[in-house]
């Protein structure tokens, strides 16, 4: 191989390499429910934002639609049937594909469901 192609496929690396590492870490950030807080319903929404449009986004383990919101974010939102007591709601966010997630990250929120508060 001469040295010109060897050059070329170094500069390409490089340049792949930076580029990839300009990537934002993904961020979550809950907009609901509030950590702790007491429900007379038991319905409740979960709902917040998730830094890339392209991310997944599990609440529970079920697959929850992101859309496109403004500066950047993008947001989410599903409503759960609590059931009477504690409730944990797991709030995870990846990026990549199915078997190859390259970011993960995740929030947990305890809600408790009183009917008869």
């Known amino acids: 191989m001469s040295k010109k192609w060897v050059l070329v496929l170094i500069v390409v690396s490089l340049l792949v390499l ?37 991310a997944t986004v599990w609440v529970n383990d079920a697959i929850v639609p992101v859309g496109k919101a403004r500066k950047g974010a993008s947001y989410f939102s599903t409503h759960l049937i609590l ?11 990846a990026r990549g594909e199915e078997g190859a997630w390259r970011e993960v990250i995740g929030e947990t929120v305890v809600v408790t469901y009183n009917p008869w508060k």
């Open 18 to 54: 930076l580029v990839a590492g300009c990537t934002k870490p993904l961020t979550l950030t809950m907009l609901g429910p509030t950590q702790g807080s007491t429900r007379t319903s038991e319905e409740v929404e979960v709902r917040g934002y998730v830094s890339d449009s392209k």
């Open 83 to 93: 059931t009477e007591g504690e409730n944990t709601i797991n709030v995870v966010a």
